[in-house]
């Protein structure tokens, strides 16, 4: 694997399912009383947050203490760059602190790249504005392997805000990788410029896509990213785009839902498919921990037999 996890591309086959198997072997240790491996022992681990986040701050936390690495916990509120301190001067400030792995989320897309050409440890990317958040894609991909036995040849629909969706764009890329055969469903105005080039099918749809699909993953409405009118009303925007039960009703019988949260109860998703059996968010999030772990386990020089010597 590379020294950086900044893109779902960065992935080839092999290194994502190295990440999977990896995560898999981890995710035993949560069933144990004591959660922890000394593994990164000694080591450092920076989460630099500007850019608000509950689950994949936390997780990125959980996952390195559950490792035993030291962790530092640095939000832009209440820091310097609140003083206009610049993303470089924050980097080499955490640099100079002996930071082995730094895992940034910003707001602008390409924000992670700039940061591993200055420093000397690894950087993954937390979610960079609109661009790429690729440890969400890992855990979606685990989660469908967990509920479905499998992510080749899978069919999996992505619908909503993809405009704005870094979960969307790694999430096409890695399902790609690995074999699944993806479909955007959006309006037009919520689709990316050069979308056409992606390695995906675009619908404007949904009824027609749902029943043809073991995934259906819902996205947030990034209202903080819009500024303008992207589709006419809310309640519109449900009626065309949202997952209610009647259109939950024309899955396959074992077809998943998925959201990355956090969730707009009522706009893409009504509260009745996010608490159904087929719902498999709150897994997402208990997943994120394993794959999390694995990605720093495996960036920081670890390979899968020490994982699997460490786990066992
Ligand atoms: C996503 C994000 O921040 O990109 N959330 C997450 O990481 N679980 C999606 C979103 O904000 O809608």
Known sequence: MNRHLLSAADLNRDDALLV???????????????????????????????????????????????????????????????????????????????????????????????????????????????????????????????????????????????????????????????????????????????????PCDVSFDLDAVVPKSDVVMMLRVQRERMHGGFFPTTREYSRRYGLDARRMATLPDDAIVMHPGPMNRGVEIAAEVADSVRSTIVEQVANGVSVRMAVLYLLLGGGMAEAVESAA
């Open 20 to 198: 999977l198997d990896t995560a898999e072997e981890l995710a035993r240790l949560a069933d144990r009383p004591i959660k922890k491996l000394p593994t990164l022992r000694g080591r450092t681990v920076v989460n630099l947050f500007f850019e608000d986040s509950t689950r994949t701050r936390t997780s990125f936390e959980l996952a390195a203490k559950r490792l035993s690495a030291d962790v530092i916990n640095f939000s832009a509120k209440g820091s310097s760059v609140s003083k206009g301190e610049s993303l470089k001067d924050t980097a080499l400030t955490l640099e100079a602190m002996g930071a082995d792995a730094v895992v940034v989320r910003h707001s602008a897309s390409g924000a992670p790249h700039r940061l591993a050409h200055w420093i000397r440890g690894s950087v993954v990317n937390a979610g960079d504005g609109t661009h790429e958040h690729p440890t969400q894609a890992l855990l979606d991909a685990f989660t469908m392997r967990q509920r479905l036995g499998r992510v080749e040849g899978l069919h999996v629909t992505i619908v909503g805000d993809v405009l704005h969706s870094r979960v969307a764009r790694s999430n096409v890329l890695l399902l790609h990788t690995l074999g699944a055969e993806v479909t955007l469903v959006a309006p037009p105005t919520l689709l990316p410029v050069g979308v056409d080039a992606w």
